[in-house]
């Protein structure tokens, strides 16, 4: 298996990685001033929480993982 990385200045080529990158540093990295990085860890833990149960996703047709799971066990 080969490992195939992106051209430089070419972040389109992986606009998965390029989209979590921005919310992350725009949540998480860019809104506190950190102490340590046990501070960073526990922030990162806790947006990644938030994230994954309220945040809602186009490929859950706009819901939340929670709210799209309780629908699915209500249906």
Do not use: C
């Amino acid at each position: 298996m080969d490992i195939q990385y992106i051209q430089p200045g070419k972040p389109a080529q992986n606009a998965y990685i390029e989209r979590f990158n921005r919310t992350f540093r725009e949540d998480v990295l860019d809104a506190y001033l950190f102490e340590s990085i046990n501070h960073v860890i526990a922030s990162a833990y806790d947006w990644k929480i938030d994230y994954n149960s309220n945040h809602t996703h186009k490929a859950l047709n706009g819901l939340s993982p929670w709210l799209f799971a309780n629908e699915s066990l209500v249906s």
